[in-house]
């Protein structure tokens, strides 16, 4: 049947494809076309430029030759989830033990899962702006969307004051540090206070016979931290939310290792029999050989604190150089918010008044035509407001990449405005 009346559900009609990786597939295309770009675009990571820890790689090609082929468990191999609830432990202070890990094929199915426990159909759904893809998960749950807007003053993390004017309505809560798209951490004291909110509310709630609001806390970017910044855990400024949080974390990101899928969640573990039954029923579990060699890698912190060492330090090299690029460019009307943990950096190009653009669309694609820089508008993380505001992500380039990109924006806004950045 071509161009049928097929009549589509609701959901989707509604469905929408990922902005950013739409972004991300027409600056490959001109790449493929030999155009000078550097793709600043995907929060993924290129191999040439970052390996997943070799100890990962032999234990994959083990147990693939070993017949690990088979179906895995729906929450997890056993060991796997041992590994990663010490982990958790270890690292976050954190005790869900084993029965409280289930791991999915990324961060994706179990972020999936963690709305699905909660939400009905009209309960709302709360998130900071800028941020990653909660409004296509608003969509798929069918909630109210209850966006927390950030501003450059709070580093673009939702404050304690904005999530209590909205508390009321509040039944999930994601909060997500470091912050895709702005690379910022919440304090002790933000994440600290926005739990009191949280704890004050569940408390009349439950006098109420109410249902309470659940924290949904994705921390993927948690192991990639700046220098003097710590990532903090809801648990670990304010025990009582134990009962209340749903934590999530992937390899993807701190094992630079976004194709091996593996993510998992840590919840109280009374709460884990429907969603191991969803994650069957989707089949988004991870493959065998990398549960099993994750499963021996997580058994041995001191690798992976090594691992993170080196990768911070990689990381840290990228960003150094963009922030001393982008500084001198602040002539122009550029800016940007000095980055504490994951691979992002939020920057902004006020170009509107002095260049005549009306909209970040706009500025997106005067950065990408004149000087190969793709960058993606604040505007696919949900932000409105035509301000400047992009994310650069330094996971697909490499050094030598930054400086190049960075001295064609320079002769292009000095071209573009008639005059030399000063010094
Ligand atoms: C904040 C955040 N959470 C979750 C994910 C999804 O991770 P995964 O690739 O493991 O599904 C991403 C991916 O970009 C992310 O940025």
Redesign the pocket.
Known sequence: MSGGDWRLSEMANGMERSRILTIAASVRTMISEGHDVAPFTV?DFSPEHFSVPGELITGIIEAVSEGETNYPPAAGLPELRESLSEWMKHRYELDVGPDGIIVGS???PV?YSSFRLFLEPGDGLAHGVPA??NHYYVHLNNAVDIPIPGTPESRFLPTAHEIADRIKDIRVLIL?SPL?PTGTCFTSDELSDICDVIITENNERKRQGRKPVMLVY?Q??STMTAENITHVHPVQVCSEMFDYTIT?D?I??SLTG?GL?L?WMALPPSLAPPVIALIGHMGAWPARPIQKAAAKLYAQPELLEKFFKQLDVRIEERMDILEERLSRLSIYGVSYVKPEGGIYLATRFDLFDQLGFITNEEIREWLLVSSGVAIVPFQAFGLIEETGWFRISVGAVGVDDIIAAMDRLESALKIAFGHEPRA
């Open positions: 929060g990324g961060a994706r972020l990653w893809n997500n895709n994705d993927v970017y999530l992937a993807s990101k976004t899928r993510g």
